[in-house]
């Protein structure tokens, strides 16, 4: 493990096999239904990369990249400004999100209302983790990896200062890192 971290919260091992039952459910429940999978940048590119393969369906993939206003210190606000806009019309299309992690809410919220407007036949959400304890919004995913305790991860998609993503497993940053 790398000296700034402080525990492993989820192996690699453990990870795999969530996100295989992950991708079967989804399977199941899109039975014989095309989807448009649409990850959030960048945290959940490593997520994405695994679950699509999971998916045993037709699908297409799809990105968007928004960033909070307000500074990395400062708490997302829920105004989000698009970086990146989807490549084409969703009208009609089952969308599924794939995030990193839902923390407030806020961010997600914003970006399904404005997903919402351009009337998708369907829109749900997957999250590889989650801080219930930390919510803002009323907004539950339809699709959720792991419950985390209000602590700050990285690794499998999660940064730190844009390191860490690489990191094959979940862990615990050393509080001293960011205090
Ligand atoms: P929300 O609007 O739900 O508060 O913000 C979610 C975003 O905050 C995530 O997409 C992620 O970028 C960031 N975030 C929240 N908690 C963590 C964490 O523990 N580690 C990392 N690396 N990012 C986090």
Same mark, same amino acid.
Request: negative net charge; glycine residues 8%.
């Given at each position: 493990?790398?000296?700034? *971290? ?15 039952? *992950?991708?079967? !459910?989804?399977?199941?429940? /899109? ?23 999971? !998916? ?17 210190? =400062? ?7 698009? +970086?990146?806009? +989807? ?7 089952? !969308? ?7 923390? =407030?809410? *806020? =961010? +997600? ?13 369907? !829109?749900?959400?997957?999250?590889? +983790? ?38 094959? /497993?979940?862990?615990? *940053?050393?509080?001293?890192?960011? =205090?």
């Amino acid at each position: 493990m790398e000296r700034d *971290l402080q525990k492993v919260l989820i192996a690699e091992e453990e990870i795999r096999i969530k996100v295989r039952e *992950l991708g079967e !459910i989804i399977t199941r429940d /899109y039975q014989g239904q095309e989807l448009l999978v649409v990850g959030i940048l960048k945290g959940s590119v490593v997520f994405m990369g695994d679950l699509i393969r999971e !998916i045993k369906l037709p699908l297409q993939i799809d990105f968007m990249e928004v960033s909070s206003y307000g500074g990395k210190t =400062t708490e997302s606000s829920g105004a989000v400004r698009i +970086l990146k806009d +989807l490549e084409r019309n969703v009208e009609g299309q089952n !969308i599924l999100i794939v995030e990193d992690i839902i923390d =407030t809410g *806020l =961010t +997600l919220s914003y970006l399904l209302d404005i997903l919402r407007a351009r009337k998708p036949g369907s !829109i749900k959400v997957c999250t590889f +983790l989650n801080k219930p304890s930390r919510r803002k919004v009323n907004l539950q995913a339809d699709y959720n990896g792991y419950d985390i305790p209000d602590e700050f991860v990285v690794g499998y998609g999660l940064d730190y200062g844009e390191h860490y993503r690489n990191l094959p /497993y979940v862990a615990v *940053l050393k509080p001293e890192m960011y =205090t």
